[in-house]
T-cell receptor, first 110, second 114 residues
Framework: EAGVTQSPTHLIKTRGQQATLRCSPISGHTSVYWYQQALGLGLQFLLWYDEGEERNRGNFPPRFSGRQFPNYSSELNVNALELEDSALYLC?????????FGQGTRLTVV | AQSVTQLGSHVSVSEGALVLLRCNYSSSVPPYLFWYVQYPNQGLQLLLKYTSAATLVKGINGFEAEFKKSETSFHLTKPSAHMSDAAEYFCAVSEGSSASKIIFGSGTRLSIRP
């Protein structure tokens, strides 16, 4: 069974640009979570999608947005990139209880 | 609101010594509790989970955790540390029973001294 897959693995953008990160959940999982892991700041909850709808979002500005597609895959968009957005972005999928994580996308803003 | 507090951002133990990583939680409903491990430049891997069954939960790699409701704690232990245990460990809580937001602690970096 394939795990959670994220693409791309690495992404380098310049300040002010937009970044799009993608996540494919484990087959049968309907919930997708996005977390930001910046250096020294731990895992910060970004967004939670379930059955195609946004269920909750963390304390992030509106330029962080996303969506979940009918096949439950998800996309995270970060507009007007700032240097502080440089981080590892982790996606996780869940069906009932625990979350299973992908390997992450390392976003570097220069 | 749920929350998780991990005491100690960095723990260092000698190889072969006891590992104890502390986690306290806050939840208005019976919680589901988890411990995850993260090796450098990788995603998180589930070590073990508590879902209201046995209070002592055994996980992978020789780790276990005990749910103590009276102390609102879910500390992670391993009797004998191995060099390969060096990693970041995260405690997490959710409301369980159905998909719900999972809240993570700030993490504890475990170092193993030879």
């Amino acid at each position: 069974e394939a795990g959670v897959t994220q693409s791309p693995t690495h992404l380098i953008k310049t300040r002010g640009q937009q970044a799009t990160l993608r996540c494919s959940p484990i087959s049968g999982h309907t919930s997708v979570y996005w977390y930001q892991q910046a250096l020294g700041l731990g895992l910060q909850f970004l967004l939670w999608y379930d059955e195609g709808e946004e269920r909750n979002r963390g304390n992030f500005p509106p330029r962080f947005s996303g969506r979940q597609f009918p096949n439950y895959s998800s996309e995270l968009n970060v507009n007007a990139l700032e240097l502080e957005d440089s981080a590892l972005y982790l996606c996780a999928s869940s069906r009932v209880t625990e979350a299973f994580f992908g390997q992450g996308t390392r976003l570097t803003v220069v | 609101a749920q929350s998780v507090t991990q005491l100690g951002s960095h723990v260092s133990v000698s190889e072969g010594a006891l590992v104890l990583l502390r986690c306290n939680y806050s939840s208005s409903v019976p919680p589901y509790l988890f411990w995850y491990v993260q090796y450098p430049n990788q995603g998180l891997q589930l070590l073990l989970k508590y879902t209201s069954a046995a209070t002592l939960v055994k996980g992978i790699n020789g780790f276990e955790a005990e749910f103590k409701k009276s102390e609102t704690s879910f500390h992670l232990t391993k009797p004998s540390a191995h060099m390969s245990d060096a990693a970041e460990y995260f405690c997490a809580v959710s409301e369980g029973s159905s998909a719900s937001k999972i809240i993570f602690g700030s993490g504890t970096r475990l170092s193993i001294r030879p």
